[in-house]
T-cell receptor
């Protein structure tokens, strides 16, 4: 079993749709959580951190459920430019360098 | 903004050659990483370093070595390149758990 698991998709949605991705992690000692975005043939870039109380950044909302060991990313009012692969990232220690990446969920937003 | 640069965007090498991939970060981060990314396999950690002259093996270190002589620079070395090392290589540095990636080097070994 992988330490971090994501549904690979692809998710194909129309513009304006709301879409949600989930990610599960196996290590209950995990301390910090992030979502990254990776465009085709580009490097991953930090999208947002995920906090225990949940957090929002514009159209993006991230949530953490420690009891069930999953994190989620909700994208509202999808734009064409949201098309990318979204990577879930988990660190066992809050400030540790080493991260465990999920394999990513691919989103395509269509006109 | 954090800037991580890699020495080459594209590289073509022959089987058996020694290959050097270099990575430089400008934010004084202590932690640096080398990954490879292949279709269907996700990001796989090759080596990481948490300080100058310190290194730790990642998940797939075989066939690779690293060097960190200065804090800002982390080099990946393929001692004798093989065709199964054809891949996208990504370098990253991190602060407080957040990783910042370079643009990647697409290496082809023929």
């Amino acid at each position: 079993r992988k330490e971090v698991e994501q549904d690979p998709g692809p998710f194909n949605v129309p513009e304006g749709a709301t879409v949600a991705f989930n990610c599960t992690y196996s290590n209950s000692a995990s301390q910090s959580f992030f979502w990254y975005r990776q465009d085709c043939r580009k490097e991953p870039k930090l999208l947002m951190s995920v906090y225990s109380s949940g957090n929002e950044d514009g159209r993006f909302t991230a949530q953490l459920n420690r009891a069930s060991q999953y994190i989620s990313l909700l994208i509202r009012d999808s734009k064409l430019s949201d098309s990318a692969t979204y990577l879930c990232v988990v660190n066992v220690w809050a400030n540790a360098g080493k991260s465990t990446f999920g394999d990513g969920t691919t989103l395509t937003v269509k006109p | 903004d954090v800037k991580v640069t890699q020495s080459s965007r594209y590289l073509v090498k022959r089987t058996g050659e020694k290959v050097f991939l270099e990575c430089v970060q400008d934010m004084d981060h202590e932690n640096m990483f080398w990954y490879r990314q292949d279709p269907g396999l996700g990001l796989r950690l090759i080596y990481f370093s948490y300080d100058v002259k310190m290194k730790e093996k990642g998940d797939i270190p075989e066939g690779y070595s690293v060097s960190r002589e200065k804090k800002e620079r982390f080099s990946l070395i393929l001692e004798s390149a093989s065709t199964n090392q054809t891949s996208m290589y990504l370098c990253a540095s991190s602060l407080q758990g957040r990783q910042y990636f370079g643009p990647g080097t697409r290496l082809t070994v023929t």
